[in-house]
């Protein structure tokens, strides 16, 4: 493969989803007694080993689109594409959606515009976005830093409306630029975190700051494990991704203290994946969980699609 930091993010996401598949929602006692090491783990889900869920889909829609240039309702018909056509799926088929994502697509459906798809009210914060906003990050050298920022607060509106929501997504994507940028995880953590602490003291995100006192104090990974949690919120998720990859030494490592910390495995490999595919970089993951993976040679050839649009 080509070294390529698109291909780094992209495929980082979607191995770290792919762990989490056959595991999701599993305690995590029941984690720490039997742990994943493998893309081989008992499936809960009778999904073939390498299949990965509704997160790499969206955000495969994301990258494909983005391919031909930044536009919601480009972006919105490829989530659509997904849902009603199996576009983008593992294996030719819809697995793995949320309630508010799936709400979102339907209104899309049926003509609403996409930055009044969204669910505002505040119990709509699960991960939904976050899970596939990683590729807008690939924009950095492109657009300046509020713009970006900006353009990836519309794209979490598209499904996940609330400020909370659109705001971790900024804050991971300012990680992210850090990161490709050249920083290590510690000082790409603290960077990303004071890049958009302008951006997030007005509103309405300042009302949401609070929520992210944890995250924003700088020492997420001090945390122990049992306060770190994995389920569904956004906020949760969140902060296991960043604890995992700020306490990981390697990709292997950081994803799979991600899915072993139970509940939202895929969502939570996913989302550290992401971050540590782009540090450790591709040739890092190792071989046997790529080759298994479902439509690997597709998501390469997305990746190269996807750098030349932006970079070329």
Not at 120 to 133: A, F, I, Q, W, Y
Not at 148 to 154: E, G, K
Request: proline letters at 4%; a negative charge.
């Amino acid at each position: 493969m080509k070294p390529s930091k698109v291909l780094d993010g992209l495929m980082g996401l979607c191995v770290g989803d792919a762990l989490g598949v056959p595991v999701e929602f599993s305690a995590r006692e029941e984690r720490m007694q039997a742990p994943v090491v493998d893309m081989y783990s008992p499936n809960y889900w009778n999904q073939l080993p390498g299949t990965w869920s509704d997160d790499s889909s969206l955000a495969f829609c994301l990258a494909d689109a983005l391919c031909s240039g930044f536009s919601l309702q480009a972006i919105a018909d490829s989530f659509c594409g997904w849902y009603y056509d199996r576009e983008w799926t593992a294996r030719g088929e819809v697995f793995d959606i949320g309630i508010t994502t799936q709400m979102a697509i339907e209104k899309l459906r049926k003509g609403v515009s996409p930055l009044q798809a969204g669910d505002t009210v505040e119990r709509s914060n699960g991960n939904g976005s976050l899970m596939r906003v990683l590729p807008l990050a690939y924009y950095h050298k492109t657009l300046d830093f509020e713009t970006l920022i900006d353009r990836v607060h519309q794209v979490s509106c598209i499904t996940h409306a609330h400020p909370r929501s659109q705001m971790a997504c900024g804050i991971y994507i300012s990680i992210a630029i850090a990161l490709l940028e050249g920083c290590n995880p510690r000082t790409a953590y603290q960077q990303g975190l004071e890049r958009v602490d302008s951006i997030y003291q007005k509103h309405p995100y300042d009302r949401e700051k609070s929520h992210f006192d944890r995250v924003l104090s700088g020492t997420i990974d001090a945390l122990p494990v049992e306060s770190i949690n994995s389920e569904g919120y956004v906020i949760d998720t969140l902060e296991a991704s960043l604890w995992c990859f700020l306490q990981g030494k390697s990709y292997a490592e950081a994803v799979l203290k991600a899915v072993n910390l139970g509940e939202d495995t895929d969502t939570t490999g996913a989302v550290t994946g992401g971050l540590a595919g782009i540090y450790y970089g591709v040739e890092t993951i190792p071989t046997d969980w790529i080759e298994i993976l479902a439509r690997k040679d597709d998501i390469i050839h997305l990746a190269a699609r996807l750098e030349s649009a932006i970079y070329s």
